[in-house]
């Protein structure tokens, strides 16, 4: 078993942030090691442990999307994904219930470089889609994420991501 450190790069859903931009009262906030690093997308940082065919990415950051005089309010505290050949899980913690976590997408790995970082395609599993209010149905595509491993010399998918990464401005 070995254990990295790693960072998601991901939008989550873009249409979705847009929507909360222009709401009145609409926020999105962000806790822990996770910041915004341009084009909507944000960095959680986390650690990656390898065992056998089994990838397992944890985070203890979390991102808020509020609105609504709070009658909108999706969580993604604690995100996590799980790894298993070329399918996968997007997992969050669950609220009010310690160490329990919920499964919101499946992944399909699309890409994986030499170092080990992935690019993934998101699809939203039906509890997903009941945590954002089913504005989205199931198997729904989210932006694509990217799983960058620390010391990777050759990351997917694009150069640009890592250019943000490293501009980003630390908060």
Same mark, same amino acid.
């Given at each position: ?17 847009? =929507?909360? @931009? ?8 962000? @806790?822990?090691?996770?910041? &915004? *690093? ?8 986390? /650690? ?16 808020? =999307?509020?609105?609504?005089?709070? $009658? $909108?309010? *999706?969580?993604? %505290?604690?995100?996590?994904? *799980?790894?298993?050949?070329? +399918? ?5 913690? +669950? ?7 919920? @499964?919101?997408?499946? $992944?399909? *790995? ?9 690019? $993934?395609? &998101?699809?939203?599993? &039906? %509890? ?5 209010? %089913?504005? =989205? ?6 932006? &694509?994420? +990217? ?13 640009? /991501?890592? /250019? ?5 401005? /630390? +908060?």
């Amino acid at each position: 078993m070995s254990q990295r450190e790693a960072i998601l790069l991901w939008a989550v859903k873009s249409s979705f942030s847009r =929507y909360i @931009a222009r709401m009145p009262d609409g926020v999105i906030e962000i @806790a822990g090691e996770v910041r &915004p *690093v341009g084009h909507g997308r944000f960095a959680f940082s986390g /650690q990656l442990t390898t065992a056998d065919d089994t990838i397992v990415w944890r985070s203890t950051s979390g991102i808020s =999307y509020l609105g609504h005089g709070g $009658l $909108l309010a *999706v969580h993604l %505290n604690e995100p996590g994904i *799980v790894i298993i050949g070329d +399918t996968g899980s997007f997992t969050v913690a +669950t609220p009010g219930v310690p160490d329990a976590r919920i @499964a919101i997408a499946d $992944l399909l *790995v699309v890409a994986r470089s030499a170092g080990g970082s992935f690019s $993934l395609e &998101p699809h939203l599993s &039906p %509890n997903g889609a009941r945590m954002f209010g %089913n504005q =989205y149905p199931a198997g729904q595509i989210f932006d &694509p994420m +990217t799983l960058l491993l620390q010391g990777d010399t050759d990351p997917v998918p694009s150069p640009i /991501q890592i /250019q943000d990464l490293r501009e980003a401005p /630390q +908060t």
